[in-house]
């Protein structure tokens, strides 16, 4: 995960990629990405596109990319915004 935030350059910042090997917190949240198309490409035990606020362990905000507005995009590639930063800003701004 530390290259990725290297890749990323968000090394060293207050931002946190964790990883998790055994989807224990992706079942634990209800983030488990069971759609057939995308299983049927990335194979099992994949983790929906979300982003998720906390403070001191208390999600504060959480937001999940798929299938917005009805549309058939259970992995969130077309539509990612929910779960972006510009609206995750703005949705820990409200708070």
């Known amino acids: 995960m530390s290259a990725w935030a290297v890749d990323q350059k968000i090394a060293g910042s207050n931002i946190s990629f964790l990883g998790d090997p ?3 917190l992706t079942s634990a949240l209800g983030m ?4 057939p198309g995308p299983v049927g490409k990335l194979g099992p035990n994949r983790c929906k596109r979300f982003a998720m606020y ?3 362990g208390v999600i504060k905000v959480i937001q ?3 299938n ?3 549309a ?6 077309d ?5 972006c930063i ?3 800003l703005k949705l820990i701004a409200a708070l």
Request: glycine share 6%.
């Open 64 to 66: 999940v990319s798929e």
């Open 32 to 35: 488990t990405l069971t759609n």
């Open 22 to 24: 055994n989807s224990e």
């Open 79 to 83: 539509f990612p915004e929910d779960s």
């Open 68 to 70: 917005k507005d009805g």
């Open 54 to 56: 906390c403070v001191d």
């Open 72 to 77: 058939d995009d259970p992995a969130g590639d």
């Open 86 to 88: 510009d609206n995750m």
